[in-house]
T-cell receptor
């Protein structure tokens, strides 16, 4: 079985400050990890993914995430937050090579960037 | 690239009625997925197609749910004898085998009265 935990329901950060949205995962095997963002009444937008290789992954809109195998974490980061980054963020995982392509999502973290 | 489209965007129905949703994937994407999202939760996987073959189904997909993808292009998700617990956002996603990234549509919000 695979699972994702996003320990914070909400993260508040001041505009211009660095932001971190936490994600830990559990899989039997090697993980493929993803971050998506959801704006109100809209579908999910892909931000970035880790498949293999460099542990630091860079994605859209200045976001990046670091894969840490020993801590089973994949935290999302951005050096300087914008008000427009305020949205709901989802971490997702699937197992590589298992013949299954279903993503398992966390419950989401609401990010609020305060002007 | 026109993105994944879903129709209708909103559907209100009475308990016991049947509903059908449509998903048009990004062209040339051979994989198509259906997820369900309820308020305050992340999306939950329902089913997955590779071309026209339905290869995975979740336990969430009860016998009242059926999905098809004729000719490996658009897909439909039908819910028979709807229940209030079926009220949710139904999301469709598609991907190309080489990139393995799922791109989501805007969703169909179902309300069962």
């Amino acid at each position: 079985a695979q699972s994702v935990a996003q320990p914070e329901d909400q993260v508040n950060v001041a505009e211009g400050n660095p932001l971190t949205v936490k994600c830990t995962y559990s899989v039997s095997g090697n993980p493929y990890l993803f971050w998506y963002v959801q704006y109100p009444n809209r579908g999910l937008q892909f931000l970035l993914k880790y498949i293999t290789g460099d542990n630091l992954v860079k994605g859209s809109y200045g976001f990046e995430a670091e894969f840490n195998k020993s801590q089973t974490s994949f935290h999302l980061k951005k050096p300087s937050a914008l008000v427009s980054d305020s949205a709901l963020y989802f971490c997702a995982v699937r197992v590589s090579g298992a013949g299954s392509y279903q993503l398992t999502f966390g419950k989401g973290t609401k990010l609020s960037v305060i002007p | 690239d026109t993105g994944v489209s879903q129709n209708p965007r909103h559907k209100i129905t009475k308990r016991g009625q049947n509903v059908t949703f449509r998903c048009d994937p990004i062209s040339e994407h051979n994989r198509l997925y259906w997820y369900r999202q309820t308020l305050g939760q992340g999306p939950e996987f329902l089913t997955y197609f590779q071309n026209e073959a339905q290869l995975e189904k979740s336990r969430l997909l009860s016998d009242r749910f059926s999905a098809e993808r004729p000719k490996g292009s658009f897909s439909t998700l039908e819910i028979q004898r709807t229940e209030q617990g079926d009220s949710a956002m139904y999301l469709c996603a598609s991907s190309w085998a080489r990139t393995d990234t799922q791109y989501f549509g805007p969703g169909t919000r179902l309300t069962v009265l």
